[in-house]
């Protein structure tokens, strides 16, 4: 790769500097430090015309970092389907995504609708107001960005309901202790 600052990162099909940046550096309003291999920035017109395959650059990046300060919140993680749900609209009104499709980065919900470009999750408003946007450490570690986007009758203090694909995959899952960073 030839980045001359920062990590190498290869454009996939959906791919917005927003996104990548949401990702990468733990704020899509960050996507202007992104650079071109050469080192410079990207003008508004460069950031509309990405195409699959290109190469650019993350400066200082590691995926989905912990904001250096936010309330972190300690919950119980159960976990609904796509396929349950039939992608029926959550409390909010827009859609999310599922865990897998967080995970790989891939933004979009596949529900139709509006998307948040994060993942779904329900939530005691209590405890999470909804509509919040929030960073979710995983039980391994890992870190998605994450919405308050559903509300459940079972969801009440420190529990969070997270979207997966599928029934199976909700099961297998189980229950998991997981942490928001707001």
Not at 136 to 156: E, F, H, R, S, Y
Request: aromatic share 6%; glycine share 10%; net charge negative.
């Amino acid at each position: 790769m030839s980045c001359t600052l920062g990590n190498s990162y290869i454009i996939k099909s959906g791919d917005t500097l927003f996104i990548i940046a949401q990702q990468q550096l733990g704020d899509g309003e960050h996507w202007r430090e992104i650079l071109k291999p050469d080192g410079t920035p990207f003008t508004y017109t460069d950031a509309a015309n990405l195409q699959v395959g290109q190469e650019i650059c993350i400066p200082g990046s590691t995926p989905f970092p912990l904001p250096p300060s936010g309330n972190q919140i300690a919950l119980e993680a159960r976990f609904y389907s796509m396929e349950e749900t039939n992608c029926h609209l959550p409390a909010s009104g827009v859609h999310g995504v599922t865990l897998q499709a967080a995970l790989a980065g891939q933004l979009q919900s596949q529900c139709q609708g509006q998307s948040v470009g994060r993942l779904q999750c329900a939530v005691d408003p209590n405890v999470i107001p909804l509509l919040t946007n929030f960073t979710l450490v995983l039980w391994d570690g890992k870190q998605v960005p994450a919405a308050a986007l559903d509300i459940g009758t079972a969801i009440i203090g420190n529990k969070i309901d997270i979207f997966v694909d599928t029934v199976q995959e909700a099961i297998n899952l189980g229950v998991q202790s997981v942490t928001a960073i707001l």
